[in-house]
DNA sequence: GAATGCGAAGGCAGG
DNA sequence: CTTCGCATTC
């Protein structure tokens, strides 16, 4: 058997054309479960055996750490040698890496550090603060979202006009000043390192030549998740010689929320002059009705590139509905479901809940733990997040660069050192007046004489301490560094006497910080130790790497991170108006689609079976409320879907309490209870949300499906009970 | 200046 | 139900 056929033979018709497309531009229309990564992983092997392409010459992008490390491990098991020269990575990581090999044409010192969300966002509450903004008038998080929306655009606080809007003007001064802090402190956030890229690219025509000419083939996954300024990327470096190669489902698009566009891969034909497109709609996953239930549903979207999925594998079971009473209920029942299955043979791993929103985990967690299961929640905080690690973590931070002033405050008073709020804000005023970084505002301050002796000598002791840890780190190894930062700044006495219960897993954690630290610093590759350890905590989850991997538990996630997942059983959980589509998309079409593709995307995980559950009423922030089940329950063709909901006690509930809602029958003769559909002459149906018996006035609420939410007076309102 | 306690506010998804 | 900012007390 020659090469070839080795790299093509396992593949159907459709996947060997995408394969072995023309070198311009192709896109891959690529349904969920098809053979995506398979795709990509051949098309690179392909190029390199039998066209003769150079690793070197190749780059592939993926969206996440795991997509990236899965496509080099099944790319070199298909190849006879190492493909260490080719560039395969995030976004994110690509751009960093470009940066780093730049830095001077980015205008950033070599060690430049970067930020996570929550930094970013501590830095623009302090120039909120700064500018005496009401918190409650402009809300720090709202900054944050419209700089990053901007930047996810290509757009600089300089390319706002902020004439006319009074919001776009503070925005605008916000945006300024968070700039000028971030470029001083030699910082950068998550889409400045992509915008950043992008600018040194355009600006700089030798370099941008440079990798122009040496990219033959850019390689794409998840297209559809590109923003603007990625697919600014994509189309500068492929000019050259077109080689771009898109994989990507514009129906599995499901982040437009942090910049993505669908219409970069609606639009590919258009901007891709020439290009090639192929469908791959032969799914290998899934049975024939659970894809028919994803098929009808997607229908439903207007704009698609149009696709439908078949199998030649057989129908399989019907997809199974249960609605709750309570999400405790909802918890309960998918319990009791994955201990039958378990009965049946079913192993724990091969079963997934998912749901819309992290806080969901909860209940679950509770239930599986009461029943023994084994279980593992992904996508929660990050190992890199914990507290303990990122005040660790800004240490390093100020030691290779002390201008750092997220880091800086996060740890100036850490462990506490008497210098408090005062202190800082003097250190703060100073920065502001002079634009300068809060280090070099200490040092300012401690030679002049304004501070009083005490200040002035805790400050001193201070930067004493950061520049000690630098003076040491010059002669250690990375891992001995993170353990002299530890120790010398004895962060487990902080964390023993803020929570002993939990100093011992925080001294683990920081334990296992040095573990990684050993682990970067042996894949070195010339790079400065430090930087590459500190990019690496930023832009790495290490979530995989532990010894879960071979645990029997059951899968607990969001719908977003289960994409590119699959399961024999998946649980579909909280299917409920308001959470899922979630009530901030209800009511634009667009954003509703993209609650609707990422039901498409949770329907497609699974391989055997499916559980659709929602609850009739759910505690949320304390309170009970009361939703519909979710409109794409409705969009399914019911004769897929087996409902073994326990039939509706009809029982009406007071306002007051709703948790009694069904062991009270306290209110004879009422018309209506909680969740019942009824009829409005003026309003069209509806749900009863709420009933109010107090009062002169007995009151119901309920919810239209055209009008939204009402409040009745129940004496004239005209209602009919449906039911 | 630090520790503690209180009330209010915010609460979707992730690199 | 949590987290966060703020005020009170030590």
Known sequence: MNQNTDILTSLNPEQADAVTANNGPVLILAGAGSGKTRVLVHRIAWLIQQQQVAPHDILAVTFTNKAAKEMRVRIESLLPFSIAGMWVGTFHGLANRLLRAHYQQAK??????????????????????????????????????????HKERGLRARHVNPEGDYQLQKMHTVYQQYEETCQRAGVVDFSELLLKAHEVLLENPTILEHYQQRFKHILVDEFQDTNKIQYAWLQLLSSQHKGIFAVGDDDQSIYGWRGAEVENIRNFSNEFPNAQMVKLEQNYRSTSNILNAANALIENNAQRLGKKLWTDSGEGDRITLYGAFNEIDEAEYVIKQINRLARDGVRHDNVAILYRSNAQSRLFEEQLMRSNIDYKVYGGLRFFDRKEIKDALAYLRLIANPHDDAALTRIINRPTRGIGAKCITSVQARANAEGITLWQAIETLTKGTELTARTAYVLIKF?????????????????????????????????????????????????????????????????????????????????????????????????????GLEFPVVFLTGMEEGLFPHSRSMDDPDQLEEERRLCYVGITRAMQQLFLTHAHVRRMFGEAKYSMRSQFIEEMPEELITDVSLPAKPKAAPISEPTSLFDEPDMEGMPFYLGQHVAHSKFGEGVVLNIDMQGVHPKVEINFNDVGNKLLNMEYAKLTPLE
């Open 108 to 149: 950033l010192p070599q060690t430049f550090q970067i930020l996570d969300s929550a930094d970013q966002l501590q830095m623009i509450k302090r120039i909120c603060k700064d500018l005496e903004l009401d918190p409650k008038k402009w809300p720090p998080k709202q900054f944050q979202w419209m700089i990053s929306d």
């Open 463 to 563: 930067t004493q301490l950061i520049e000690s840890l630098q003076q040491q780190s010059t002669t250690l190894s990375l891992e001995d560094m993170v353990t002299n930062v530890v120790e010398t700044v004895e962060l487990h006495t902080l964390y023993e006497k803020e929570a002993p219960e939990s100093a011992a897993t925080r001294r683990e954690n920081l334990i296992e910080l040095g573990n990684a630290a050993a682990q970067v610093s042996s894949e070195l590759d010339g790079e400065d130790p430090l930087s590459t350890f500190l990019a690496y905590t930023a832009l790495e989850s290490s979530e995989e790497d532990d010894e879960t991997a071979d645990r029997n538990c059951v899968q607990l996630m969001t719908l977003h991170s289960a994409k």
